[in-house]
């Protein structure tokens, strides 16, 4: 059978299930009514006698105020009830009076307490047959129709978030591009590329002067010297590059007392310290002036990199979304299936969708 074929079959039935519920409903809440009233009556009567006279004073005192308590308390109880739902609901209260009640009550009031409870009984038997009778006749609300309707708005919508999370990921694709030609018309790559070179060759010069001047710091300090630039490169030989005529100076002052390769390093740094150190300031400033230039370039594509970023956040949110939606989806497929097997269970056939 097809889906929308058993649909209507099942609608058929349920209308008709449901007159018939009514039926049910109406017998019982009718019976209902009836024996409330033979509860009430009951429980007027209870709360009109009085206690004999021969029982002791203390007891009919226990017993007026259990009497009192116990007429108030399921007068309460019977007020609240107007049908059989509700009666289900009060059940478990009525059972608690139902077993209560004090014992000098039951002893003083034995036929009335057992005359309520009888009819209390009767009330809890007559649910119990009203929820059997209800569950024969009786059809499940399946909504099919809502489950397949919500079923289709979710896969709409997730193919909406879908094609939303598409369209931000074309943003993004021409954002990137459009940020790679301006790093390209700033010739980003090539400064890049150059401050790699200067600072490769940069530090290649500096460590060959701080290597030699390094190779002096023993000598010079065996020398006791006390001056502060022969100080100052005991401790640290990148003073050569610092301070350079100062240190030729020095070197050249005690050039005589220094022997063999120490000399020879001397030499060497006394004919070439300072044109070296001038050339590695001078590209020490070329290579400050890139960078700024470089660091200029970046921060101008900073606020499209900004741009980029905030396009991947809602892509994180468009992908968050359509996991729920997913979830969804698949709680709604098995509310399908099991919906479509009470379906089938209720017609006697194979429903196809």
Do not use: C
């Not at 059989?84 to 009335?112: C, N, Q, S, T």
């Not at 979710?154 to 993004?172: A, D, S």
């Not at 390769?261 to 050339?279: G, M, P, R």
Request: aromatic share 4%; glycine share 4%.
């Amino acid at each position: 059978m097809k889906l929308e074929q058993a649909l209507e079959e099942y609608e058929k039935r349920r209308k008709k299930a449901e007159k018939e519920v009514e039926k049910i409903r109406k017998k019982y809440n009718k019976r209902l009514e009836k024996k409330i009233r033979e509860v009430l009556k009951k429980i007027d009567a209870l709360e009109k006698k009085e206690v004999p006279k021969k029982v002791d004073e203390n007891i009919k005192k226990i017993v007026t105020a259990e009497k009192r308590n116990y007429v108030t308390a399921l007068r309460n109880v019977l007020s609240s009830i107007s049908d059989m739902d509700d009666l289900g609901k009060r059940l478990p209260d009525l059972a608690k009076l139902h077993v209560g009640h004090g014992k000098y009550l039951l002893i003083i009031f034995e036929k009335d307490v057992y005359a309520i409870n009888r009819l209390l009984k009767e009330l809890n038997e007559d649910y119990v047959s009203y929820y059997n009778e209800l569950s024969k006749k009786g059809l499940p609300d399946l909504r099919l129709r809502e489950i397949l309707w919500e079923e289709e708005k979710t896969r709409g919508h997730i193919q909406q978030i879908e094609q939303e999370k598409l369209e931000l990921e074309r943003e993004i694709k021409a954002k990137e591009g459009e940020l790679k030609e301006f790093y390209s018309r700033h010739g980003l790559q090539e400064l890049e590329e150059d401050i790699k070179s200067l600072s490769s060759s940069l530090r290649s010069a500096e460590m060959e002067v701080r290597s030699k001047a390094s190779k002096l710091q023993k000598p010079i300090k065996r020398m006791r010297l006390h001056e502060p630039i022969a100080d100052e490169l005991i401790n640290d030989s990148g003073v050569a590059l610092r301070k350079p005529d100062e240190f030729v100076s020095l070197l050249q002052r005690i050039y005589p007392r220094l022997e063999g390769k120490y000399k020879k390093t001397a030499q060497w740094l006394i004919e070439n310290l300072k044109e070296k150190s001038e050339a590695i300031r001078q590209e020490g400033e070329k290579l400050s002036e890139l960078e700024k230039k470089r660091d200029e370039i970046l921060a101008s594509g900073e606020s499209k990199k900004k741009e980029i970023w905030e396009l991947h956040r809602l892509i994180e949110e468009k992908e968050a979304e359509i996991r729920k939606l997913r979830r969804q989806l698949e709680h709604l497929e098995k509310e399908l299936k099991d919906s479509l097997a009470k379906l089938e269970e209720i017609l006697g056939q194979k429903v196809e969708r």
